[in-house]
């Protein structure tokens, strides 16, 4: 491929992941990764130069999310595995947690028993149960009155007991910044010893998902990210609200 065709497609790509929110630091290195790659690249017969960088940016753009496919940890402790689920307010963990026993169940034959760990938001624990009946889940509650820490222990005891395969906390939606808040997720954390850690994130908080990523990663060591609102998108969010994230 010519140089000058590189030059034009890479302008293009770069237009196109910008308008999407990309971060600037990374789209400079995708870029010039994909122009490396690119560049005196022989055309191959059966595709057109254009299928060919085509080919290129899909595969630099699986190499970006990660190109491996990790399963879930279902090894560590049989027969009991823990998830805990954390994020700010509002970004899909109940539902999220509700989706996963979902896919557990009918993927791995796996019983789930969802456990109602946020005792803040009024009307929370309502909702998991609302989910638990939807889907015909045992939900675990002690009510808002018990601190989240004592209801994920006792969570652990009923589940073992009732021969359910995974406990799933939802946990409060919080701040990172919330201090208090934080260190009580390293509570849950000590007393139930998950296997999995998810942060929840909302796709429309765009780029500073990256640094709620990396605070809730500094306190807990997360294990992966479930991101949500796919259907959504970021510049949708800031026409509605231009100040906003
Ligand atoms: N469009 C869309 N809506 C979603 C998605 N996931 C969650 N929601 C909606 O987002 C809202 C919040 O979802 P929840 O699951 O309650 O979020 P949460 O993180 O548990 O919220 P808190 O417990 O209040 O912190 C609800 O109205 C959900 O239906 C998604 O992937 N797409
Ligand atoms: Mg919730």
């Given amino acids: 491929m010519s140089e000058a065709d590189v030059k034009q497609m890479a302008r293009e790509v770069r237009l196109a992941l910008l308008e999407a929110d990309v971060n600037f630091k990374v789209v400079k290195d995708f870029v010039s990764r994909i122009k490396e790659r690119a560049v005196g690249q022989e055309v191959l017969k059966s595709l057109t130069p254009g299928q060919q960088v085509i080919k290129v940016v899909q595969e630099e753009l699986t190499k970006l999310m990660g190109g491996e496919q990790t399963k879930l940890n279902f090894s560590a402790k049989p027969p009991t595995v823990v998830m805990m689920f954390v994020g700010l307010q509002g970004a899909g963990k109940t539902t999220s947690a509700g989706k996963l026993a979902n896919y557990i169940r009918k993927q791995n034959n796996k019983k789930s028993l969802l456990v109602a760990a946020d005792v803040y ?40 007991a009732d021969h359910n395969d995974v406990v799933i906390i939802d946990t409060a939606g919080r701040l990172h910044i919330d201090d208090d808040l934080m260190e009580e997720l390293e509570q849950i954390k000590a007393v139930s010893h998950p296997d999995e850690i998810f942060l929840v994130v909302d796709a429309m908080t765009g780029q500073d998902a990256v640094n709620v990523a990396k605070s809730f990663n500094d306190r807990l060591e997360l294990t992966g990210v479930i991101m949500t609102k796919l259907d959504g998108d970021t510049r949708a969010r800031r026409a509605r609200c231009p100040s906003g994230p």
Avoid at 137 to 157: N, Q, R, T
């Fill in 121 to 160: 938001r009024p009307a929370a624990i309502k909702q998991l149960q609302t989910l638990g009946s939807q889907l015909k889940m045992p939900v675990f509650s002690l009510g808002d009155k018990e601190s989240p820490v004592k209801i994920a222990e006792k969570a652990i005891d009923q589940a073992k």
